[in-house]
């Protein structure tokens, strides 16, 4: 069973820095994708960043040269380097792992962008 467990949500102000942990267990083999959501109130969840296990990434065209997603393929972390925050970053962040089109999430965790 493959559990993912997010952490490093929080509040900060816009401008603001905030990186984000995600770890995943049990048994994971082979080609696959980690990656971050998000889910603002009222809005559908979207994609912000994925990595994939050969280093391959790609971004919502909104977080763009503001987020970095990073990977430990020995440790399977994934991490999310959320610099020059917005207001409209503010949603609950859930980790992705895709693999073989099956997905698992983690219960996400709340970053609030806020003065």
């Known amino acids: 069973q493959v559990q993912l467990v997010e952490s490093g949500g929080g509040l900060v102000q816009p401008g603001g820095s905030l990186r984000l942990s995600c770890a995943a267990s049990?048994?994971?083999?082979?080609?696959?994708?980690m990656g971050w959501y998000r889910q603002a109130p009222g809005k559908e969840r979207e994609l912000v960043a994925r990595?994939?296990?050969?280093?391959?990434?790609n971004y919502a065209d909104s977080v763009k040269g503001r987020f970095t997603v990073s990977r430990d393929n020995a440790k399977n972390l994934v991490f999310l380097q959320m610099n020059s925050l917005k207001p409209e970053d503010t949603a609950v962040y859930y980790c992705?792992?895709?693999?073989?089109?099956?997905?698992?999430w983690g219960k996400g965790t709340l970053v609030t962008v806020s003065s």
């Open positions: 992705n792992l895709n693999i073989m089109l099956i997905h698992y």
């Open positions: 049990g048994i994971i083999f082979g080609f696959n994708t």
């Open positions: 990595i994939t296990n050969n280093g391959s990434t």
